[in-house]
């Protein structure tokens, strides 16, 4: 009797809930028989939802212990959410399954009036829920293929499936493959289930990998489990993959193979030579304690560099595997499997016949977008975990060592280093003849998919140097469309420089990227574990660390002859390249480029500020590619004597009207130079130049120097201290705010082509002291001889006085800077490179 009443209790409340969540999701109610209910929705998504709702309302519901006591109604508490329930009340099995139309028949009741369904589908339907068990969500391949199809996983929350495998339906049905579907970040995806009831199995399902195996141009993420404690695991497996590359492709594996790589710009007509400039890893101080104080590590910066303590990747300490490292590996490979499940992903578990290790995954998705999210999401639920006191101890991590700037804490229980990058894969089968037969008649295709290290072996390295609990894209993955679908005011992007790492052939510039929440454990992370830095990241860009800094700004001209020029179009691509290249050679920072040529820069001082910037007009002056020659050699008779009758004019009235002669840069451009020059107040005047035929000679003579270079740049430098510096949110890069900024547009708009004007917020009496010779100011142009010894230049700072600029409260005072005897205008032999 007190069972029957328990059992009245639990039916209304049953019945209640699958009503009121009814109501609430948009379902409708077409029958029920006994405890049973019979419902359709008008798509995949709603019909998910109603699902969820009903699994997570009952296990939620205060139930009286009366109906605890009953059989299968006993409370589960979850190991991973604080005061939620795996099992709780009566355990309800539901189906789901997307008809056709013409599969199914909908017809008036002769009785009650309602309208009755029925049809091939129907019965599919209901057979579906007779072969799952209490609590199981069954979902029809056709359900699933539909949501997937129309992108509506995200409507449905990310919901986390499970391939079970196909499955013979009914007496005459087809096969039919079944999964099983949970919510994503519930304790309903704790339940375990036995295997489907009264339906006979035909291939065995993949799990997690609910989508077929990829090959060709994919997204591939790669995940380190506490890279710092599993390091051997990680570069056993990587280095076991390398022989194999080594192997087929006969491939060198020196440590020091960047050295010998050709830099692209070989190739390129814009020679410059190449000029060690290390990085200095002082200025990388605070990051380094910041990185090991999560630890409470106390070492001197030089203990940490010290290659032969190896400490940034390693401790020199004996590292065991406890039962509590055993349950985090254990809980994070089943979290970033159920995430894969949702974002669509595919787990690549054999390379090159070798299967993956636990603590590694290896996941290729169709889309970087999803490659993205997957990432962002995992940082995030791992972050969320409720891991236990004693698993962070496992680890060694200091709580109060690791907390946001408002006290939260950034780190929580295991770290996944993760990497994305963007390549071709391609796959085989471990157990195909030559012939195309297989060795084994087992016919699972999910366990026989291999793939080659191809691409896959870059992705793993990008993991294996990053920190865990960051995620590092390579330059191709950013490149490509991973923001479709993605909210940026979500997550925080971080520019780190360009690397020279392992198994990739040339350079590559690396990004980080981070949940909001979580931005600031860049403060904690280390530098990356490359082979090279070959150029600072934002986190150590200049300026980055509360220090004065000096902007630049180029403005690129073209004379209005040569605007619609093929010549000049391709001379503004050798000039943006030529400002990349020399940018290290004076720790130089790429900001922005806010137009065509039109470069946003900083620099950690004046010096390196006024030394690129003399170093740049030099080579503009000097390269063959900046010439008007070719230009002018190409146009007709009247425009080319138009041009003379222009250029004999006096060279002050050209200046003085630049607007009909220069315009700002409309397209890409660039320029020649074989003639031989000399400086002459403002403008330099031809000296002499075999190179040009005789009518051409007298012409180009009379040319001021603004008229022999397809382009010249207008470059203005401020000095100063910026208000702030962050990150870019799209591209990650060092941004500039304050008056700073805007002093250093204004004069480098007032500026003339081919000048260089400096002005300051700082006191610039001491800085302004370039060279060791008092009287004489000059600066050091690296990689200036052929010898790559560079060269000491004299130049003439010139006061021009208070200067009002408009958008700057106050005037300031403005110095133009020239070269007081360029090295290279008299007796020298005229070259392409300097």
């Not at 028949?105 to 579906?128: E, M």
């Not at 490509?480 to 925080?492: A, E, F, I, M, V």
């Not at 020029?565 to 920072?589: C, I, K, M, W």
């Not at 690129?612 to 063959?624: N, T, V």
């Given at each position: 009797e007190q069972d029957a009443d328990a059992y009245l209790l639990l039916q209304e409340a049953h019945d209640e809930i699958m009503r009121n969540a009814l109501a609430e999701i948009g379902g409708h109610e077409v029958d029920t028989e006994g405890d049973a209910f019979q419902c359709m929705f008008p798509n995949v998504v709603i019909s998910l939802?109603?699902?969820?709702?009903?699994?997570?309302?009952?296990?939620?519901?205060?139930?009286?212990?009366?109906?605890?006591?009953?059989?299968?109604?006993?409370?589960?508490?979850?190991?991973?959410?604080?005061?939620?329930?795996?099992?709780?009340?009566?355990?309800?099995?539901?189906?789901?399954?997307?008809?056709?139309?013409?599969?199914?028949?909908?017809?008036?009741?002769?009785?009650?009036?309602?309208?009755?369904?029925?049809?091939?589908?129907?019965?599919?339907?209901?057979?579906?829920?007779d072969v799952g068990h209490g609590g199981q969500i069954i979902v029809s391949e056709s359900a699933w293929r539909q949501l997937t199809a129309n992108g509506d996983e995200g409507a449905a929350g990310y919901p986390i499936f499970e391939d079970l495998g196909r499955y013979q339906i009914g007496d005459q049905g087809l096969p039919m493959r079944l999964l099983q579907v949970t919510p994503a970040r519930s304790a309903l995806s704790e339940r375990e289930f036995p295997a489907l009831r009264d339906v006979d199995i035909l291939d065995r399902g993949q799990g997690m990998n609910i989508v077929p195996s990829m090959d060709g141009k994919v997204a591939v993420v790669c995940a380190i489990i506490e890279p710092s404690r599993f390091i051997g695991v990680a570069e056993r497996f990587i280095t076991l993959i390398a022989k194999r590359e080594q192997a087929s492709k006969d491939f060198s594996m020196d440590e020091n193979k960047m050295d010998s790589v050709a830099s692209p710009l070989a190739t390129s007509p814009v020679f410059v030579p190449e000029y060690s400039n290390e990085i200095d890893l002082m200025s990388l101080n605070n990051t380094v304690r910041r990185s090991t104080s999560l630890r409470g590590d106390e070492r001197s910066l030089g203990e940490l560099l010290n290659p032969q303590n190896n400490v940034l990747k390693e401790e020199n300490t004996t590292l065991y595997f406890t039962d509590e490292h055993q349950q985090a590996v254990d809980v994070v490979v089943s979290t970033l499997q159920s995430l894969v499940s949702q974002f669509g992903g595919y787990v690549i578990r054999t390379v090159e016949e070798v299967d993956t290790p636990k603590q590694m995954m290896v996941i290729a998705f169709k889309s970087s977008s999803s490659a993205v999210r997957f990432a962002l999401a995992a940082q995030t639920t791992l972050m969320e975990y409720p891991w236990p006191k004693e698993v962070n101890e496992a680890f060694g991590y200091n709580a109060k060592?690791?907390?946001?700037?408002?006290?939260?804490?950034?780190?929580?229980?295991?770290?996944?280093?993760?990497?994305?990058?963007?390549?071709?894969?391609?796959?085989?089968?471990?157990?195909?003849?030559?012939?195309?037969?297989?060795?084994?008649?087992?016919?699972?295709?999910?366990?026989?998919v291999c793939y080659k290290y191809n691409g896959i072996l870059q992705a793993l390295e990008l993991a294996f140097i990053a920190n865990g609990g960051q995620?590092?894209?390579?330059?191709?993955?950013?490149?490509?469309?991973?923001?479709?679908?993605?909210?940026?005011?979500?997550?925080?992007?971080?520019?780190?420089?360009?690397?020279?790492?392992?198994?990739?052939?040339?350079?590559?510039?690396?990004?980080?990227?981070?949940?909001?929440?979580?931005?600031?454990?860049?403060?904690?992370?280390?530098?990356?574990?490359?082979?090279?830095?070959?150029?600072?990241?934002?986190?150590?860009?200049?300026?980055?660390?509360?220090?004065?800094?000096?902007?630049?700004?180029?403005?690129?001209?073209?004379?209005?002859?040569?605007?619609?020029?093929?010549?000049?179009?391709?001379?503004?691509?050798?000039?943006?390249?030529?400002?990349?290249?020399?940018?290290?050679?004076?720790?130089?920072?790429?900001?922005?480029?806010?137009?065509?040529?039109?470069?946003?820069?900083?620099?950690?001082?004046?010096?390196?500020?006024?030394?690129?910037?003399?170093?740049?007009?030099?080579?503009?002056?000097?390269?063959?590619?900046?010439?008007?020659?070719?230009?002018?050699?190409?146009?007709?008779?009247?425009?080319?004597?138009?041009?003379?009758?222009?250029?004999?004019?006096?060279?002050?009235?050209?200046?003085?009207k630049m607007g009909d002669y220069w315009g700002p840069l409309g397209s890409s451009s660039f320029s020649w130079m074989e003639g031989q020059v000399q400086e002459s107040n403002a403008d330099f005047s031809i000296v002499s130049s075999d190179s040009f035929g005789s009518d051409q000679n007298l012409t180009l003579r009379n040319m001021t120097i603004r008229k022999r270079h397809l382009v010249l740049v207008q470059i203005g430098i401020s000095y100063g201290m910026p208000t702030k510096v962050t990150p870019h949110v799209q591209t990650g890069r060092a941004d500039y705010f304050g008056p700073i900024v805007n002093l250093s547009?204004?004069?480098?708009?007032?500026?003339?082509?081919?000048?260089?004007?400096?002005?300051?917020?700082?006191?610039?009496?001491?800085?302004?002291?370039?060279?060791?010779?008092?009287?004489?100011?000059?600066?050091?142009?690296?990689?200036?001889?052929?010898?790559?010894?560079?060269?000491?230049?004299?130049?003439?700072?010139?006061?021009?006085?208070?200067?009002?600029?408009?958008?700057?409260?106050?005037?300031?005072?403005?110095?133009?800077?020239?070269?007081?005897?360029?090295?290279?205008?008299?007796?020298?032999?005229?070259?392409?490179?300097?």
């Open positions: 939802l109603f699902c969820f709702k009903v699994q997570e309302d009952l296990a939620g519901y205060d139930w009286p212990e009366s109906v605890l006591s009953l059989y299968g109604c006993a409370r589960v508490k979850s190991k991973l959410y604080r005061n939620k329930y795996v099992w709780a009340g009566p355990r309800v099995r539901m189906a789901v399954h997307f008809a056709k139309g013409g599969t199914y028949l909908a017809k008036s009741h002769p009785t009650t009036r309602r309208v009755a369904y029925g049809g091939k589908a129907w019965d599919t339907t209901s057979t579906l829920s060592a690791c907390l946001s700037r408002n006290g939260t804490p950034l780190f929580n229980g295991p770290c996944v280093a993760m990497s994305a990058h963007v390549t071709k894969i391609e796959k085989f089968s471990m157990f195909e003849r030559d012939d195309g037969s297989f060795r084994t008649n087992h016919m699972n295709v999910g366990h026989m995620t590092v894209l390579s330059s191709s993955f950013f490149d490509s469309k991973w923001q479709r679908g993605l909210s940026l005011s979500q997550t925080q992007v971080t520019d780190l420089g360009a690397h020279g790492v392992r198994y990739f052939s040339h350079p590559v510039k690396l990004i980080e990227i981070l949940p909001k929440i979580l931005q600031e454990r860049t403060d904690f992370f280390s530098p990356l574990a490359s082979q090279r830095i070959l150029s600072v990241g934002a986190p150590n860009a200049p300026g980055a660390h509360g220090e004065p800094v000096a902007l630049v700004f180029t403005y690129p001209r073209v004379a209005q002859e040569f605007q619609n020029s093929e010549h000049a179009s391709q001379a503004v691509d050798n000039f943006s390249e030529t400002v990349r290249a020399l940018l290290p050679r004076y720790n130089g920072y790429e900001s922005q480029e806010v137009g065509t040529g039109c470069f946003f820069l900083s620099f950690p001082s004046v010096e390196d500020a006024v030394a690129w910037s003399i170093h740049l007009q030099l080579i503009l002056r000097r390269s063959d590619w900046n010439s008007t020659e070719k230009a002018f050699e190409s146009r007709d008779c009247p425009e080319k004597q138009n041009l003379s009758r222009k250029s004999s004019s006096k060279s002050d009235s050209v200046d003085s547009a204004r004069v480098a708009k007032g500026t003339k082509p081919g000048d260089v004007h400096l002005s300051s917020y700082e006191d610039l009496s001491e800085t302004l002291r370039f060279g060791d010779d008092p009287d004489q100011q000059s600066c050091y142009l690296k990689g200036m001889e052929f010898a790559n010894e560079g060269k000491w230049v004299d130049v003439d700072l010139s006061d021009e006085g208070m200067r009002s600029f408009k958008g700057v409260k106050d005037k300031r005072r403005l110095y133009s800077v020239k070269v007081s005897s360029d090295p290279y205008s008299l007796r020298a032999t005229p070259t392409s490179s300097l």
